[in-house]
């Protein structure tokens, strides 16, 4: 009795060494993020000119409300999220390395949790299967799929953009939930009590953000291998279980839906049929996989394709590995039933965002692979686990462990790069048109916004006129180029951009005031009037076209209207 006690102490020390590897290595290979700026990217909605971010101290009460909103100024449902860069905040200000800092030490946390997860779930098959466990096997596993998560280039993006750490805090409570449902199903006594506790770290990832919808049918997965619970719980007990964790998820994802549509990040889906949504989804599988075994060309944009046909190479292609990979999961799961759980799983976790609902303008992101690549890098940890099994497949084993290696050096060595193309905006953007010269309009836009605050004006407007080429109505791109138009001078061009949007958007009611302050400032106030009222109008909670439109009557010599004015403008600056 004492020598099994004395290697299952030994056995728990070396899962946590080999978790505390994992994890840092992690913070070696990503602490230079710390040397990165913010990005004029999500970053200013998020941190820089957020002004809510900073009530956390000075009005803590507004800052809750805000936090827990349902829309926000950042179009999404992420209360957890809010309140950690509330903290950060408080912490470091807008000091860019302390916010980096907090995302690697969260990804490192993260590392060294997929290790444990992974061992548990080995364990876990051992115990379901009743087969005398092998901890230094499921050690090894669970170092493989450790170091591969803490290293792989894909995850860049969700650990070098500050506006991503949602994507870490998603991923943090999503697999302490995991953890602690296989602990709560493996305890005779006290059950009910971890179940809470997993509920609890469900909701706070739900709270992170919204792509933890997935964790319910996950769970399914998980009890039906490889704990194999449909022998021993009966369905009722397993439906009613599930049930809180399901209600939860469609409460979220509802909220986060909403939240989106509000903001207007929900792309109008009337231009795409089914078929090709399908054939879209199906198509980014394909890529996913693609970017998980050679992350070459690694882009913060994957611009949507102008032309969907099913009937080429990226998606027949894509069909044809999905139906391989599946008829295969199919043939081993007598032998290896592990690894059609495990497709199961990157195929849920996939499912919130391959295009089904279309927001922004990306056909596929880095940053959603962060929980998916779980049972990618789990699956190739098999490898060496299955190896270990016989003396005979020992030079197998060692070779195996040295591709590993390997691996681990290039995607060491390609994070390290792609981590420095995320020190600035004009870096990255630079990076982005490199790869896609001439597929979006987003990445000139983006840039462009860069060298305007850097007073690089012609910079600027090279980059919107290449913007505008590649999509002449893109109203963002336009408005951009009608403000920059009117700080040069160029008052009949600028003109010309906001009564184009206008014509394209009459709900566009930065144009109608951008337009009624260039007329204003050309001395032209009655003109204006109109313009401004109209802005008043579509945005009645915003400040500027009221506070022109005192400036306007101010003009025209009417100093009663334009006091009035003048009060309402404060008013809602008051409100802000």
């Not at 991923?171 to 995991?178: C, G, K, P, Q, W």
């Not at 005779?188 to 933890?212: D, N, P, Q, W």
């Not at 439906?239 to 964790?245: S, V």
């Amino acid at each position: 009795m004492h020598g099994t006690n004395s290697n299952n102490s030994f056995a728990t020390k070396r899962l946590r060494s080999f978790a505390l590897l994992s994890g840092l290595l992690a913070f070696v290979v990503f602490i230079p993020t710390v040397k990165n700026g913010f990005l004029l990217w999500d970053d200013t909605v998020y941190l820089t000119e957020n002004p809510y971010i900073r009530l956390l101290v000075s009005d803590p009460g507004t800052f809750i409300k805000w936090a827990f909103s349902a829309s926000g100024i950042t179009g999404n449902w992420h209360p957890v999220t809010n309140l950690s860069h509330g903290i950060e905040y408080a912490l470091f200000g807008l000091n860019p390395a302390g916010h980096h800092f907090v995302s690697v030490a969260l990804h490192s946390i993260n590392s060294a949790l997929v290790c444990l997860l992974v061992y548990r779930l080995i364990a876990s098959a051992s115990i379901s299967e009743r087969v005398p466990g092998d901890p230094r096997r499921a050690s090894v596993a669970a170092l493989v799929a450790g170091l591969l998560f803490a290293l792989h280039p894909v995850h860049v993006e969700s650990i070098a953009w500050v506006s991503e750490q949602k994507d870490l805090l998603c991923a943090l409570f999503y697999l302490l939930t995991l953890i602690t449902y296989i602990k709560y199903v493996s305890r005779e006594s006290g059950g009910r009590g971890l179940y809470i506790v997993t509920l609890f770290l469900f909701i706070l990832a739900l709270m992170s953000k919204a792509m933890a919808v997935s964790l319910p049918v996950v769970l399914i997965i998980i009890d039906i291998y490889p704990l194999r619970r449909l022998r021993t719980t009966s369905t009722g007990r397993l439906i009613l279980e599930k049930l809180p964790f399901f209600l939860l998820a469609i409460s979220a994802a509802v909220i986060t839906l909403l939240a989106q549509r509000a903001a207007g990040a929900v792309t109008s889906g009337e231009a795409i049929s089914i078929g090709q949504k399908v054939a879209v989804a199906i198509g980014a599988i394909g890529f996913y996989i693609y970017k998980l075994i050679l992350p070459l060309e690694l882009a913060p944009i994957y611009p949507y394709p102008d032309k969907v046909d099913f009937f080429t190479l990226p998606y027949t292609g894509s069909l044809l590995l999905i139906l391989v990979i599946t008829a295969f999961v199919i043939f081993k799961i007598r032998r290896q039933p592990a690894l059609l759980a495990l497709w199961l799983f990157f195929l849920v976790t996939l499912a919130p965002v391959l295009g089904f609902v279309q927001v922004g303008v990306q056909f596929a992101a880095d940053r959603y692979l962060y929980i998916p690549s779980m049972a990618a890098f789990t699956a190739v940890a098999l490898v060496p686990y299955s190896l270990m099994k016989k003396r005979s497949s020992r030079p197998l084993f060692l070779i195996s462990i040295i591709v590993v290696a390997l691996l681990a050096a290039l995607y060491s060595q390609k994070s390290i790069s792609q981590t420095g193309l995320w020190k600035d905006p004009v870096t990255l953007w630079s990076h982005e048109i490199s790869i896609y010269p001439s597929e979006s309009a987003v990445p000139y836009n983006n840039r462009a916004q860069t060298y305007l605050r850097t007073g690089q004006d012609a910079l600027a407007l090279a980059d919107y006129e290449a913007a505008i080429k590649i999509e002449p109505l893109n109203i963002t791109a336009l408005s951009n180029r009608g403000v920059l138009y009117e700080g040069l001078g160029r008052r009949s061009e600028a003109i010309e951009d906001f009564e184009k949007i206008i014509r394209l958007d009459p709900g566009h009611a930065d144009s109608y005031n951008n337009l009624g302050g260039i007329l204003l400032n050309a001395g032209r106030p009655t003109e204006a009037i109109g313009f401004l009222k109209k802005a008043a109008e579509l945005s009645p909670s915003t400040m500027d076209p009221y506070l022109n439109l005192g400036h306007a009557y101010s003009a025209l010599g009417d100093a009663a209207t334009a006091a009035s004015y003048y009060k309402m403008a404060k008013d809602r600056e008051n409100r802000r």
